[in-house]
C-alpha cells in the first residue's frame, strides 16, 4: 500500500506540472494582448491578469484548480491546432493527407547529426550518442528541465 500513496503523489505532481506547463507554454500572446489597457507597456498586473485568464479558461469546471483531465485536454487542443496549422502549411496537394515528400523537413537535423559525430567518420558511435545524451541532460539541467529518463 505505501506504493499507492506514491503513484498517487506522483499522478498530482505530473498533474501540477503539466497544468503549469499548459499555462505557461500556451498559445504565445501578443502584445496588445498583454497591454490590456492599450497604453503601450505591459506591466506584470496585465501579464499576472493574462496568467489567470487562461487559468480561467483551462478551469473547465470551475473550482479553482486543473485536474489531469483539464490539463489534458488543453493540450489536446492545442496539439490539435498544430496539427492543423502543420497540413495547412505543408499539404501541397490539398487531400487530407501528408504523404512523405510533403512532411515538414527538419531545419537543424543535419547539424546536430554533425555535432554528434565528433570523429566526422559518418556516423554515430554508441560513445558519441552517450556523450550527447550527457551534454544534453547537463544542458537542459542549466535550463531548470527536469530528467525525462
Same mark, same amino acid.
Given at each position: 500500500?505505501?506504493?499507492?500513496?506514491?503513484?498517487?503523489?506522483?499522478?498530482?505532481?505530473?498533474?501540477?506540472?503539466?497544468?503549469?506547463?499548459?499555462?505557461?507554454?500556451?498559445?504565445?500572446?501578443?502584445?496588445?494582448?498583454? !497591454?490590456?489597457?492599450?497604453?503601450?507597456?505591459?506591466?506584470?498586473?496585465?501579464?499576472?491578469?493574462? *496568467?489567470?485568464?487562461?487559468?480561467?479558461?483551462? &478551469?473547465?469546471?470551475?473550482?479553482?484548480?486543473?485536474?489531469?483531465?483539464?490539463?489534458?485536454?488543453?493540450?489536446?487542443?492545442?496539439?490539435?491546432? *498544430?496539427?492543423?496549422?502543420?497540413?495547412?502549411?505543408? &499539404?501541397?496537394?490539398? !487531400?487530407?493527407?501528408? &504523404?512523405?515528400?510533403?512532411?515538414?523537413?527538419?531545419?537543424?537535423?543535419?547539424?546536430?547529426?554533425? *555535432?554528434?559525430?565528433?570523429?566526422?567518420?559518418?556516423?554515430?558511435?554508441?560513445?558519441?550518442?552517450?556523450?550527447?545524451?550527457?551534454?544534453?541532460?547537463?544542458?537542459?539541467?542549466?535550463?531548470?528541465?527536469?530528467?525525462? &529518463?
Amino acid at each position: 500500500m505505501k506504493h499507492a500513496g506514491f503513484i498517487a503523489a506522483m499522478v498530482i505532481a505530473a498533474a501540477g506540472v503539466t497544468g503549469t506547463a499548459v499555462l505557461a507554454k500556451g498559445s504565445h500572446a501578443t502584445f496588445q494582448e498583454l !497591454d490590456a489597457d492599450g497604453n503601450g507597456e505591459i506591466t506584470q498586473a496585465e501579464m499576472e491578469a493574462h *496568467r489567470t485568464a487562461r487559468f480561467a479558461k483551462a &478551469d473547465t469546471d470551475g473550482d479553482g484548480k486543473l485536474s489531469l483531465e483539464e490539463a489534458t485536454a488543453k493540450g489536446q487542443e492545442r496539439a490539435a491546432k *498544430r496539427a492543423e496549422k502543420m497540413f495547412e502549411r505543408h &499539404d501541397a496537394n490539398k !487531400d487530407g493527407f501528408l &504523404d512523405a515528400e510533403e512532411l515538414p523537413k527538419p531545419r537543424r537535423a543535419g547539424k546536430f547529426f554533425d *555535432r554528434m559525430d565528433k570523429d566526422g567518420s559518418g556516423g554515430i558511435s554508441e560513445a558519441e550518442f552517450a556523450e550527447a545524451r550527457e551534454r544534453m541532460k547537463e544542458h537542459r539541467k542549466k535550463r531548470g528541465h527536469q530528467d525525462q &529518463d
